[in-house]
């Protein structure tokens, strides 16, 4: 079982781990371990092959073990710990619906205690997901359906407190990530997610390209999951994340910015 809180801006979702978390669950730090460092890949690039496997194994991931990874509430964060373990190749990965905050609101047990894992014994093999580039992430948009993770107000262009531009990629649709999960912080069923798609121009007999963008490659992730909870995709044929998203692509002057509500 992984840890993965974690808060844009701070604190350190450790401070949060040390306090109390699930039985036997292990911290992973998402800016550490499941990204690499910030720069022209974007904000939350893909972390090198040889540091992920070793904050895997670290962590006690086995090959032929299900892992199960958790963040505070609505998943967004630990759907990056499951896209990432999925594109390493493992198959048996689950998201603890509801996450830190449901397991609490039961009233199940916590714990400070740190485990010492026995070490893992994964590899990891690039490739078990589909990454698109900006130029991939561009032709989605106009040929197929390119989902936007973001508030709606990053989206439009109203407001852009991180990167270099405001606006989205045009042609991309917005989905915040938000609307996966009800006012209990429970993710909605795959009707209700199969619905949303839907009004999104994603048919729930599937046959359309669909990928997803957020801020930084993080949050989008979670539209990835979405779509296969709800049967959109599968994992034989699982959505694209564009992982470099709006950072990567408003940082590049050359890159087109529509504002707007429209999808421009």
């Not at 505070?72 to 603890?96: E, F, I, K, M, P």
């Not at 589909?130 to 032709?139: F, G, K, N, Q, Y």
Request: with cysteine; hydrophobic share 40%; aromatic share 6%.
């Amino acid at each position: 079982m992984l840890d993965v809180r974690w808060r844009l801006g701070g604190p350190p979702g450790r401070e949060d781990y040390d306090r109390g978390h699930l039985p036997g669950a292990v911290h992973l730090d998402l800016d550490v371990d499941l990204a690499g460092p910030p720069g022209a890949g974007g904000r939350h690039p893909l972390p090198g092959l040889d540091v992920l496997q070793g904050a895997l194994r670290a962590a006690g991931v086995r090959s032929d073990r299900p892992v199960v990874v958790y963040d505070t509430d609505n998943g967004s964060v630990a759907a990056r710990a499951w896209w990432l373990l999925r594109w390493a190749g493992h198959r048996q990965v689950s998201v603890l619906d509801g996450g830190f905050a449901a397991w609490v609101a039961e009233g199940l047990p916590l714990t400070t205690e740190v485990p010492t894992p026995e070490p893992g014994d994964i590899t990891v093999r690039s490739g078990g997901m589909p990454v698109l580039d900006a130029d991939e992430a561009a032709d989605l948009a106009r040929h197929g359906v390119l989902l936007d993770a973001r508030a709606p107000e990053r989206y439009r262009g109203d407001t852009e407190p991180i990167d270099p531009r405001a606006g989205h990629i045009p042609g991309a649709r917005n989905a915040p990530f938000s609307g996966h999960t009800g006012d209990d912080g429970r993710w909605r069923s795959p009707r209700e997610l199969a619905g949303r798609f839907a009004g999104l121009g994603v048919p729930e007999a599937g046959g359309t390209r669909v990928g997803a963008y957020c801020g930084s490659g993080v949050t989008a992730a979670s539209v990835v999951l979405a779509l296969e909870v709800a049967g959109v995709t599968g994992p034989d044929a699982p959505a694209g994340l564009y992982v470099g998203s709006w950072s990567q692509w408003s940082a590049d002057r050359d890159r087109p910015a529509a504002t707007g509500q429209e999808p421009g």
